[in-house]
């Protein structure tokens, strides 16, 4: 059974670049793309975007000239970095695996366990 | 960007009742539409996808519905490990999820 587990900084102050890493267990990076998602405090969902393995990327139009998403294949880790966070990015942050390499399986299957980033002055 | 409105957004039930949540597209999405039930302090889990698939291990009570636009989750009869919030995702554009159905206790 594949498992994510994440980590990064959990308090930001305004304007500062949040960084997260997910490392991936008892699986590989190969075949998938790896997506991240966040929750606001008592709020819905929201698709920030996806990295392959080969390193091909698809960003949230919305959040998409903040974002850079990369893979570290000999890590079997991939990361997310927001710049210029506000403390509308305060949300817990989930490394997720999508079903597979195809936009048809753009679903989620296996989640991490989640950061809370708080983005606070 | 594809919005997804799910209603209702609250919804107050018994154990043993038929639940229906509604999810609907700005867009065509054909079926590719997912469901998830998120539990507090706790992972989104899977459920369906592409529209009406049940995921492995998912009760068979849990079904999925629609096209295009509309689509439903039933829960054919309610029981107490179901208490929780739905929400759907579509994944024909990159990828957006509605806003969230809690099921509460009546």
């Known amino acids: 059974q594949v498992q994510l587990q994440q980590w990064g900084a959990g308090l930001l102050n305004p304007s500062e670049t949040l960084s997260l890493t997910c490392a991936v267990y008892?699986?590989?990076?190969?075949?998938?793309?790896w997506s991240w998602i966040r929750q606001p405090p008592g709020k819905g969902l929201e698709w920030i975007g996806e990295?392959?393995?080969?390193?091909?990327?698809n960003y949230s139009p919305s959040l998409k000239s903040r974002l850079i998403m990369s893979v570290d294949s000999s890590q079997n880790q991939f990361s997310l970095k927001v710049t210029s966070v506000t403390a509308a990015d305060t949300a817990v942050y989930y490394c997720?695996?999508?079903?597979?390499?195809?936009?048809?399986?753009?679903?989620?299957?296996?989640w991490g366990q989640g950061i809370l980033v708080t983005v606070s002055s | 960007d594809i919005q997804m409105t799910q209603s209702p957004s609250t919804l107050s039930a018994s154990v043993g009742d038929r639940v229906t949540i509604t999810c609907r597209a700005s867009?065509?999405?054909?079926?590719?539409l997912a469901w998830y039930q998120q539990k507090p302090g706790k992972v989104p889990n899977l459920l369906i996808y592409?529209?009406?698939t049940l995921e492995s291990g998912v009760p068979s009570r849990f079904s999925g519905s629609g096209s295009g636009t509309e689509f439903t989750l039933t829960i054919s009869s309610l029981q107490a490990d179901d208490f929780a919030t739905y929400y759907c995702?579509?994944?024909?554009?990159?990828?957006?999820f509605g806003g969230g159905t809690k099921v509460e206790i009546k």
């Open positions: 997720v695996r999508n079903r597979g390499s195809d936009w048809k399986q753009r679903f989620f299957d296996n």
């Open positions: 008892g699986g590989s990076l190969k075949g998938y793309y």
């Open positions: 990295v392959h393995e080969s390193g091909g990327t």
């Open positions: 867009q065509n999405t054909g079926n590719l």
């Open positions: 592409r529209t009406s």
């Open positions: 995702q579509q994944y024909s554009s990159y990828s957006t």
